[in-house]
């Protein structure tokens, strides 16, 4: 990663002034969405909108800080959710300190620890 980012400046795809996003997702581990399995069991009968939601046990989930202007990443990490995001920016903006200044990170509401 440190080489593409160094490869990216000398190429001019990074600006002085760096913005960077942070987000999270997770990841299915047995292909299976929880929304393609509730929709299945309507389809099957359950008329109700509220069926009994699936339950994942635990799934992989990807917590990343981006350069936006580039789209190269600057930090990952790799978690078991459900998790909330909050604990892990500051471990992902240290290691994309590491990289490259960011003037300005975005995030959403799940990066706010209030």
């Known amino acids: ?57 635990k799934w992989p989930k990807i917590n990343g800080i981006i350069h936006t202007g580039s789209h190269l990443f600057l930090a990952a990490s790799v978690t078991e959710g459900p998790s909330h995001d909050s604990p892990e920016l500051p471990g992902l903006l240290k290691q994309a300190s590491k990289r490259l200044h960011l003037d300005r990170l975005l995030a959403d509401s799940g990066y706010d620890s209030e």
């Open 1 to 57: 990663m440190d080489k593409t980012i160094a490869e990216a400046h000398r190429l001019g795809l990074i600006p002085e002034k760096s913005e960077g996003a942070v987000d999270a997702t997770g990841l299915s581990a047995d292909g299976r969405s929880s929304y393609y399995v509730q929709r299945s069991l309507r389809s099957k009968g359950n008329k109700s909108r509220k069926t009994k939601r699936y339950e994942h046990p």
